[in-house]
């Protein structure tokens, strides 16, 4: 049976999502969601985060399971080394939303995926961070993303679906644009 004789499929159900974005249209105040993560210091620069419920289509929401993250810093930096760099875990949460777009964007493309692996390099000059230079910027100087995406597709409609997953991802538009925060104490 030729390739395109058989059925995509890349896990996603697109057809949900395609009704999620009909009934959102219809009822836009649905579409206001908030996510949400506690934390909690445990010792130096080693603290443990939860995630377990959210807001969105109108209601409380609560994930199947909770979802634990312990950050810290690596023992260069005079810590224990007990989790990721909480910077580690922004290239986290921007690879796996670009991932996902493409893995989403690909099955509504009727694409079927083979393999889709990614390489995340960003760059930070941490004098900033530790106080030696006030001009350095603390966060990162650039991200660099690179994908390997095994298809049956072109390198062209490859190309389009990273471009298209890229326009529609959440965590690189928080990234990649000012986002408002308020840090507040109790």
């Not at 993560?37 to 609560?62: I, P, R, Y």
């Not at 993250?69 to 930096?77: G, K, L, N, T, W």
Request: with cysteine; net charge negative; proline share 3%.
């Amino acid at each position: 049976m030729a390739a395109s004789e058989t059925a995509v499929d890349n896990g996603v159900n697109v057809q949900a999502l395609l009704d999620a974005r009909e009934a959102l249209t219809a009822a836009p105040e649905g579409a206001k969601f908030e996510w949400r993560a506690t934390c909690e210091w445990k010792n130096g620069t080693h603290s443990h985060s939860t995630v377990e419920g959210f807001f969105g289509l109108g209601e409380e929401q609560k994930h199947v399971t909770t979802f634990t993250f312990d950050a810290d810093h690596p023992e260069i930096f005079a810590s224990e080394d007990k989790g990721a760099a909480p910077v580690e875990y922004i290239l986290v949460g921007l690879v796996s939303c670009l991932t996902a777009g493409i893995a989403a964007i690909a099955q509504h493309r009727e694409i079927q995926l083979r393999s889709v692996k990614a390489t995340l390099e960003g760059s930070m000059d941490i004098q900033g961070i530790l106080g030696i230079d006030g001009d350095v910027r603390n966060g990162f100087g650039d991200i660099k993303v690179t994908f390997d995406i095994d298809a049956d597709a072109t390198p062209d409609e490859i190309k389009a679906l990273v471009a298209q997953s890229q326009k529609r991802s959440a965590v690189y538009d928080a990234i990649t644009n000012p986002t408002n925060i308020t840090v507040e104490v109790n």
